[in-house]
Structures are given as structure tokens and as C-alpha cells.
């Protein structure tokens, strides 16, 4: 969650620098901080099991003074030792697995790696409901275990289940697609199996986000800190709304996060009636946290608020509870003294924030004691976990094209392999955005050669971008050379990212030429396979005779080497050409 201007980044780095000389939340620290710790603090009312949570949660909002509960309001909320409160981190990711992006997340200590799930426009490729719950399920397992170890928090700010409308987005590669059916699907499966069916009890706290109509990142003049999203009634309703309303009705979301965009001219996390419906019609229980510095981004980019305390009244109003960043800490309190917020403004998104973290049972005593307590490093990067990755990569693979059943091959009559393109032999990024440290990646071509043993890797171009030609003989002789030629083309974190979009659907710099020229002097026709998770316009590879097959693998996590080699000799099947047909769809000239 990248910031731009100055402001925004000495913001964020305050995040960061808070974050990591805190010491409750310590990256070296064996087991968490825990409130209601001995008898001198066990006592409050707010640490009663007994007592419904609504109760606690108020007693709790009763017990603390003004400035206690301004220094709450940001994703690094402060200890307050008085009550024997520790410091909490709202901010940790797993989108696909527990993620390095918050500062909630550590991998320094006894949990060195995560399992590394697939990006999750591949998993949605699998159009497989008991697929996403499971995968939900087991990442909320590590979760859980590094907080025992002190090393994630309890609040998950995932899943992304924004509509994928405009191809050439960054982040789209991070939701279901552009299916609103689909992604609200996804999103209960993926909230569900994470947060658990425990009723009022969350193992984990997921968050559905960003509210709303968010598929922009930086475009020409337009950023996603300013870019106001025009969108018609009809189109909310029918298409950017639906993932969110279902993922808080069925999945049961316990937190919403409102996005950096204006939606009509105001700010999401301004958008009170939006805010409200949420709450009065959806029956959301749970917070709402602003994307990180979205609160500032009200008066500093988006000018909506003439003040910084007419930012923080315009969102704590509207029923934004919590700020990524620190502008709440810096403003609420000049806000309260010029009459713009009250009190009971700030109780409202304290109330709200409690009861959430009560439901985790973080105000139960020592939680190494409780339901999930005995989960630790053996409950990560297990081989059930891996091999769900595995199935997941495998049953999100596409086949594209696959002409007079060339594919699959018999690998014992295979005698020579050549695997062409720079991300062939790449572990480090093959899981796409909002990774983190994977259990054990392997390449596509290490898992290859595992199956042919003479198997050779030629990258053809020096990286993802392609900007020169200075690689394309040797790749090209391997290609004549080699009885079956591979060639791994499309996108990587170059090409499509948080704030970065893509400005062309088409293959980036001169991987179009690498493609034909290898398959213009292949012995056999060649097998395309794209990565990335943003379509693309391959037209000329689906017209040309000399390329057989294509196969999309997206970003298929630390599994998708294995993933690629069983699909490649027949010993996973997928459902054959069908599923994502917009790949190949999408033509350049169709967008401005």
C-alpha cells in the first residue's frame, strides 16, 4: 500500500518506524503481548469471559481517558499500560498466504517461510468453492501459528474482491476478476474458511476490500489517491457492489476497508451513506479501517475537506473507525476542540474495534492457553498445506490453445527439452503480488528437469521487460536443437503491481519476437506459456501454426513449477480449454 506524495511517505514511515521499535510487537518476541495478563489487570470488567462481548467491548471504551483513546486510532494502536493493554499492529496480509507487505508480519524468528498459495485471479480460474475455503482455511492455520510466536497479528487485511473492469490494471492480478458472481463467491469461500464457522468467534479477522469501484493506479494524469470513479446507480448495484455485500451478509466479514478513491465526487471512506448501508442494511458487525493514508488523501490530494480536522470529521462521521497512518493520531485532537467531531464519535469506532478483537479473544488472558493456542511452527508450510497449493496451481491452469491434441506430451518420449524466457528459471516471483517468504519454490524449468533429464534453460531476453535483442541466438539455436521447445512469455511485477498499471494488453518489449523467432526454427511446434495475471492480447500466437499449445499459469506460487510439469505430461488434466477465454479475447486496439 505504496503512498506518493511527500506527505503520504513521511506518514507511512512513521507507520513503519513505530511499528518496528515497539516493543510489545517486537519481531524477536517468543509469544505475543496479551491484555488481562495477572491478577492486577485480570480484574477489569472488559477481560470478564462471562460477559457478552457487547458489554466488555463498552466497558472497556468507559474505562479509557481522551488521549488514550485518540493514540487507537491508527493501524499501530499505542499500548495503554494503565489497563495493561499492550500495543496492537491492525496490519498484516494474506491475501495468498501471510504476506511481508504489513508490518503486522514478521518472518524473522521461529516461522521463517509461509505456504505460498497461488495469486488469486489463478485460484479463481478453479471455479472451485470448497478450493477457496480450503486454501482460506489453512492460510488462517499459519496465521494463527505465527501469532503464537509473535510474529503476525490478528487482523488480515484480505481478501481484494474488487471488480477487474479495466485489463490494464496493476492489482487486478489480486481479485477473483471481473465476474461480480464470481468474486462474491470467492469471497465467502475465502472469509469463511478464514475467520472459521465459530459463530461470534474468529480464529483470524479477515477484511473485504476496497470499498469502492477501486481499478486504478496510476494512468496517465490520474492516480488512485485523486482518481474520482464516476459510476452510475445501476453499475453499483449490479456490478462493483455485490462482492461486498456479499462477502459481509454470507461471509460474515469482520472488517471492510474503504478504498483511496472519491465514488461521485466524495471520498469512499467519506461516503457516509454508503458507510451506513453497510451497517443498516448489510448487517456488517465488525470495523472499518481507511487504506493506508486514505485519510489524508481527503485533504491532501482529493482537496474534498479544506482542513486536515474537516478530514478527520468528514470520515470519522461517515463511520470510518481506524486510519492506516497516522493522520488521526495527528489531527483528532484540534478536530474535538474545534466542535467538528465529538467524543461519541470516536467511541463509536473504538466500540467497533474492541468488539473485534474481543471475538479473536485477545482480551481472554494468555492466548497460548486458549482454543488455538497449541499452534506453532508445525502447523506451517506442512505438506498438506503444500500440496493444496499444489492442487490449487493445478486446478487454475489454463489451456488456450492446444492444436491437434499436441499436449500432453509422454515424457518418456521426450528426448530433449529447451525452456526459453526469463521467468522460466525464476523462483522469486512467480507468486505475483503480496507474497511472502514461500516454504520451498521451484522454477518451471527445475521441475522440468526433474522429468527430462536433458532438459536446457535459455532466457532470450534479460528480463521480464525485453528492452533488447543481444539473447535471442542462443535461445533460438537451443530451439533447433531441442526435440520440444517451451516458451515462457507475459508479465511479472515489472509490468503490473500495486501502483503501476499496465499501458499496452500486448507481450512486454520484444517477447513477441522472441516467441517467433524460436517458433519459426523449432523442429516441432513450440508450447507458449504466459504468466501474469493481467489479459493479453496474443493474436498472433493464436493465428500462427508453428505454436501448438498455450497455457496460462498467471502467478502460480511456490507450487506452480510441479503445477506446470503434471498438466505438461498428462498427469493432471485440467478441464481443457475453457476459463479465462478473455485471455486471448482482449485485443490492444480495444481500449484508449
Given at each position: 500500500m505504496s503512498t506518493e506524495s511527500t506527505h503520504l511517505t513521511i506518514f507511512f514511515f512513521s507507520i513503519i518506524f513505530i511499528s518496528t521499535f515497539e516493543p510489545s510487537i517486537s519481531i524477536a518476541a517468543s509469544s505475543p503481548k496479551f491484555p488481562c495478563s495477572g491478577p492486577r489487570y485480570s480484574s477489569f470488567p472488559f477481560c470478564n469471559t462471562s460477559l457478552p462481548i457487547t458489554s466488555r467491548a463498552r466497558s472497556l471504551v468507559h474505562l479509557l481517558r481522551l488521549h488514550e483513546k485518540i493514540s487507537l486510532l491508527s493501524d499501530n494502536a499505542s499500548a495503554v499500560p494503565r489497563l495493561g493493554i499492550p500495543a496492537y499492529e491492525w496490519w498484516s496480509e494474506s491475501l495468498h498466504g501471510i504476506a511481508t507487505n504489513g508490518p503486522g508480519v514478521s518472518f524473522n524468528g521461529s516461522i521463517p517461510s509461509a505456504t505460498s498459495f497461488p495469486q488469486v485471479i489463478l485460484m479463481a480460474a478453479a471455479f472451485n468453492r470448497s478450493l477457496w475455503s480450503s486454501v482460506g482455511s489453512a492460510i488462517a492455520i499459519e496465521a494463527r501459528a505465527m501469532y503464537n510466536h509473535g510474529q503476525a497479528g490478528l487482523t488480515f487485511w484480505a481478501p481484494n474482491i474488487n471488480i477487474f473492469r479495466d485489463p490494464r490494471w496493476g492489482r487486478g492480478q489480486e481479485t477473483p476478476g471481473e465476474d461480480p458472481m464470481l468474486a462474491s463467491a470467492f469471497a465467502i469461500e475465502y472469509v469463511t474458511g478464514f475467520q472459521g464457522r465459530n459463530g461470534e468467534e474468529l480464529m483470524v479477522s479477515a477484511c473485504c476490500k476496497h470499498f469502492t469501484a477501486y481499478d486504478l493506479e496510476k494512468w496517465q494524469k490520474f492516480s488512485r489517491y485523486s482518481f474520482d470513479a464516476v459510476v452510475t446507480e445501476q453499475d453499483l448495484v449490479d456490478t462493483y457492489q455485490p462482492p461486498f455485500q456479499s462477502c459481509i451478509q454470507e461471509g460474515k466479514a469482520s472488517c471492510l476497508m474503504c478504498s483511496y478513491n472519491r465514488v461521485n465526487g466524495v471520498p469512499a471512506c467519506a461516503r457516509q451513506d454508503m458507510l451506513e448501508k453497510v451497517r443498516?442494511?448489510?448487517?456488517?458487525?465488525?470495523?472499518?479501517?481507511?487504506?493506508?493514508?486514505?485519510?489524508?488523501?481527503?485533504?491532501?490530494?482529493?482537496?474534498?475537506?479544506?482542513?486536515?480536522?474537516?478530514?478527520?470529521?468528514?470520515?470519522?462521521?461517515?463511520?470510518?473507525?481506524?486510519?492506516?497512518?497516522?493522520?488521526?493520531?495527528?489531527?483528532?485532537?484540534?478536530?474535538?476542540?474545534?466542535?467538528?467531531?465529538?467524543?461519541?464519535?470516536?467511541?463509536?469506532?473504538?466500540?467497533?474495534?474492541?468488539?473485534?478483537?474481543?471475538?479473536?479473544?485477545?482480551?481472554?488472558?494468555?492466548?497460548?492457553?486458549?482454543?488455538?493456542?497449541?499452534?506453532?511452527?508445525?502447523?506451517?508450510?506442512?505438506?498438506?498445506?503444500?500440496?493444496?497449493?499444489?492442487?490449487?496451481?493445478?486446478?487454475?491452469?489454463?489451456?488456450?490453445?492446444?492444436?491437434?491434441?499436441?499436449?500432453?506430451?509422454?515424457?518418456?518420449?521426450?528426448?530433449?527439452?529447451?525452456?526459453?524466457?526469463?521467468m522460466a528459471d525464476d523462483r522469486d516471483h512467480i507468486g505475483g503480488g503480496y507474497t511472502g517468504i514461500p516454504c520451498n519454490p521451484r522454477s518451471l524449468f527445475e521441475e522440468l528437469r526433474g522429468c527430462v533429464q536433458n532438459t536446457t534453460f535459455f532466457a532470450g531476453c534479460n528480463d521480464v521487460p525485453c528492452d533488447s535483442k543481444d539473447r535471442f541466438s542462443e535461445a533460438v539455436l537451443a530451439a533447433k536443437e531441442a526435440e520440444v521447445v517451451i516458451v515462457v512469455a507475459g508479465l511479472d511485477m515489472t509490468q503490473e503491481r500495486e501502483d503501476h498499471d499496465r499501458v499496452s494488453l500486448l507481450l512486454p518489449g520484444k517477447q513477441m519476437d522472441l516467441v517467433?523467432?524460436?517458433?519459426?526454427?523449432?523442429?516441432?511446434?513450440?508450447?507458449?506459456?504466459?504468466?501474469?495475471?493481467?489479459?493479453?492480447?496474443?493474436?498472433?500466437?493464436?493465428?500462427?501454426?508453428?505454436?501448438?499449445?498455450?497455457?496460462?499459469?498467471?502467478?502460480?506460487?511456490?507450487?506452480?513449477?510441479?503445477?506446470f510439469a503434471e498438466v505438461l505430461f498428462g498427469d493432471f488434466n485440467p478441464e481443457w480449454e475453457r476459463k479465462l477465454r478473455n485471455l486471448l479475447s482482449f485485443q490492444a486496439e480495444d481500449f484508449p
Open positions: 443498516s442494511e448489510w448487517g456488517f458487525e465488525g470495523y472499518i479501517t481507511s487504506d493506508c493514508d486514505a485519510v489524508a488523501t481527503v485533504y491532501e490530494y482529493q482537496k474534498y475537506s479544506k482542513t486536515p480536522e474537516d478530514a478527520v470529521a468528514d470520515v470519522l462521521k461517515a463511520g470510518t473507525d481506524i486510519n492506516c497512518g497516522t493522520y488521526l493520531l495527528r489531527h483528532t485532537r484540534s478536530a474535538l476542540k474545534q466542535g467538528k467531531v465529538s467524543e461519541k464519535d470516536i467511541d463509536r469506532a473504538l466500540y467497533n474495534l474492541f468488539s473485534v478483537q474481543l471475538r479473536l479473544g485477545l482480551f481472554d488472558g494468555d492466548p497460548r492457553k486458549g482454543k488455538f493456542g497449541k499452534l506453532g511452527p508445525q502447523n506451517v508450510c506442512t505438506e498438506e498445506h503444500r500440496a493444496l497449493a499444489l492442487e490449487a496451481a493445478k486446478q487454475g491452469i489454463v489451456l488456450l490453445k492446444n492444436k491437434d491434441k499436441f499436449l500432453p506430451l509422454n515424457k518418456n518420449n521426450v528426448k530433449s527439452l529447451a525452456v526459453i524466457g526469463p517467433s523467432s524460436v517458433a519459426s526454427v523449432s523442429k516441432k511446434r513450440i508450447i507458449l506459456v504466459l504468466t501474469g495475471g493481467g489479459p493479453l492480447d496474443v493474436t498472433f500466437a493464436e493465428n500462427n501454426p508453428w505454436i501448438s499449445s498455450i497455457l496460462w499459469i498467471g502467478y502460480p506460487g511456490e507450487a506452480g513449477g510441479k503445477a
